[in-house]
């Protein structure tokens, strides 16, 4: 599980403890204090195109607007006028959402990804608005193989 979504579902920061933690300090809580409470679920927005195979597409990135609200953290570098190099990874940002439940969670998500704002290159918002439409993800019934049996782009 990501530290994004680790830390959306406990309120615990991974980060500051593991920095405490290099400087000499003991954790700030016990395992039995660790409690896991609603659904969060990560997009990755990457530069990519996801009707030509996810193709990396670096480039400029000329508009950034992130998206908001209660439920919903982004983690990102990126802004109006970023490069994505040709060379790196094509990730621009990771979006969390948080619901009480997994139906709260991509309802949340679903909003969050119609309010982000990226011009100057394709990225893969568009798949994740309709993978959280697709009834079989939404079930939370499936594999890793659920891309290959799921053509969600067709």
């Known amino acids: 599980m990501e530290h994004g979504v680790t830390e959306m579902v406990t309120g615990i920061d991974l980060i500051k403890e593991q920095i405490l933690v290099s400087c000499g300090n003991k954790l700030s809580f016990l395992q039995d204090d660790i409690k896991s409470n609603g659904c969060a679920i990560e997009c990755r927005i990457n530069a990519e195109d996801p009707y030509n195979n996810f193709m990396p597409c670096p480039g400029q ?41 997994r139906e709260e969670a991509i309802e949340r998500m679903k909003r969050a990804l119609d309010e982000f704002i990226i011009c100057g290159v394709s990225t893969t918002i568009p798949f994740h608005r309709k993978l959280m439409d697709n009834k079989i993800f939404r079930s939370g019934d499936f594999d890793t193989g659920f891309l290959e049996h799921y053509k969600i782009l067709e």
């Open 61 to 101: 990135i000329d508009e950034y607007i992130a998206s908001g609200g209660i439920g919903i953290r982004v983690d990102s570098a990126a802004y109006s006028g970023y490069i994505i190099p040709p060379f790196y990874d094509s990730m621009i940002s990771k979006l969390v959402s948080w619901g009480r439940n």
